[in-house]
């Protein structure tokens, strides 16, 4: 550790020291004598005290530049490599397997925490101790020499820090009483993946066989056969790699453990093909799924079904490798595949998704036709009022025109002008009548009433209004 003080003397001075060496004097000093005499007045004892708060002040702002730098010091010799005290590292295993094989690659490392200036790494390796100045110590091809316990440790020019966590590599020969097989041997993509564990030892025991994809545990088998069998249906390409199996005693776990070779597995992708069309289906489109088989030695000629959501659908197509959906509705929305059995083989294709959707013309359709139907009605509403106000207008000019002058005319005038008084009041009548069931419930039929009617009160006015000149002109002659 870095150590600093501030160190204030008897005589008011200030020092700032650094690991017992005095880096620098504070020019500060007491205003007041340490020991005060009596003869001091009052007021020399004010104007010291005065004097001496403003030079506290600036003790104080001394004090505190002095330790900003003590702190940029201690962190310029952190960034350099100091012996400040550090935790210990992580070691890491990739691949973290119980168990590896002769010609397994291993990777270890180192980790610190953060990268550290002329750092370098000690690796404590079956207690032998080897230096590197890279963290990670990569084993490309492991042997049996490489079985043991590791830790790490890293160093600086002036710390060491203390010793990592230990991980334990083991690493295991191939034993030839153990092997492990196959089956299909060309297997295909969703076919079922048998793997064959055996033991070659004449010995009655309760056994433990496991069986590892890529170091990971697949299953787990305790038997006292020597002779076990799993089974992986429906492969994925995620199931290639590399499968062992190893067996060991269940009365003796700490005892042997016998491992097989690899077995490398390839699952290949599938003969058997599944066409979709069109490719963006829609709502009352029909839609043809076609399945084919790429290799006709293999499937061309077996039997095809065809799958919605892994349930089985019936085709009620003349050609046994076609689905045909006449009006595809959204309940026709899934996931789709065809399989092909043939001389006890199954052959499945890759999953299609058919995802059915409303076009959208209908909803453009239905939202333009509501908003036409809505103008067009409107617009009869507004028709409407506008022909009953017009008719209330001309009702009230003819209402507001002055009455005829008959106190020149005679009889024949007289009776011919109570006549189309009466008239024209009866029509008024009928008039407001109409308006007020016109205002009550207007349809458009009776929209269409009130015009005919009001054309023939028109032209029955004008028939009218002909009549009486021809009676006036012949009363007047």
């Known amino acids: ?7 204030l003397k008897k005589n008011g001075s200030v020092y700032c020291t650094l690991q017992n060496e005095t880096l620098w004097q504070c020019p500060l000093r007491c205003p007041l004598p340490c020991h005060q005499q009596d003869k001091t007045s009052r007021k020399q004892q004010t104007e010291s005290l005065t004097e001496y708060t403003h030079q506290s002040d600036w003790a104080l702002m001394e004090i505190f530049s002095a330790l900003l ?6 962190i310029l010799q952190i960034r350099e490599g100091s012996s400040v005290e550090t935790g210990a590292p992580v070691l890491t295993m990739e691949p973290m397997w119980d168990r590896f094989l002769t010609g397994d690659r291993i990777i270890l490392s180192c980790n610190a925490g953060r990268e550290l200036r002329s750092t370098t790494y000690n690796w404590i390796i079956k207690e032998t101790i080897k230096e590197f100045r890279e963290k ?18 890293y160093s600086t020019s002036a710390h060491k820090t203390p010793y990592s966590n230990s991980i334990l590599v083991r690493v295991s020969s191939p034993d030839s009483l153990m092997s492990i097989e196959s089956e299909p041997e060309a297997l295909w993509y969703a076919q079922t993946l048998k793997l064959s564990c055996k033991f070659k030892f004449h010995m009655q025991n309760e056994f433990i066989y496991t069986f590892y994809r890529e170091g990971s545990v697949v299953a787990e088998i305790r038997t006292r056969n020597k002779s076990v069998c799993f089974e992986k249906e429906r492969v994925t390409f995620e199931d290639t790699g590399r499968y062992r199996c190893q067996m060991q005693f269940v009365n003796h776990p700490k005892g042997p453990v016998y491992t097989s070779a690899y077995k490398h597995v390839d699952v290949q992708e599938s003969p058997v093909i599944l066409q979709v069309n069109p490719r963006l289906q829609r709502a009352g489109d ?51 595949c065809c399989m092909v059995f043939q001389n006890l083989s199954t052959f499945m294709s890759l999953r299609v998704e058919v995802t059915v959707q409303n076009p959208p013309g209908n909803f453009a359709l239905i939202v333009g036709g509501s908003a036409v139907a809505a103008v067009l ?29 008959v106190s020149g005319s005679t009889s024949g005038d007289i009776v011919y002008s109570v006549v189309q008084g009466n008239r024209k009041e009866r029509g008024h009548i009928r008039a407001r009548r109409e308006s007020r069931e016109a205002d009550s419930h207007v349809t458009y039929a009776s929209l269409m009433h009130l015009e005919r009617t009001r054309e023939q009160d028109v032209r029955a006015g004008r028939q009218e209004d002909n009549g009486s000149s021809t009676y006036q002109n ?3 002659s």
């Open 474 to 476: 012949i009363r007047r």
């Open 377 to 405: 009605l409107t617009f009869l509403l507004l028709f409407a009022v506008c022909r009953l106000c017009q008719k209330e207008g001309v009702q009230n000019i003819s209402n507001s025109q002055p009455s005829r002058d």
């Open 69 to 74: 730098l003590l702190e940029q010091v201690m």
């Open 136 to 153: 990670t110590y990569i084993i490309e091809a492991a042997t049996k020499e490489d079985d043991g316990e590791y830790r790490c440790q």
């Open 286 to 336: 029909s839609i043809t799924l076609s399945c084919s088989c790429a290799q006709d030695h293999l499937c061309g000629r077996g039997q095809i079904s065809f799958y919605r959501n892994e349930t089985i659908i019936s085709s009620d197509s003349v050609s046994h490798n076609i689905y045909h959906i006449q009006q595809a509705t959204l309940m026709d929305s899934g996931w789709y």
């Open 1 to 7: 550790m870095l150590h600093g003080a501030l160190t």
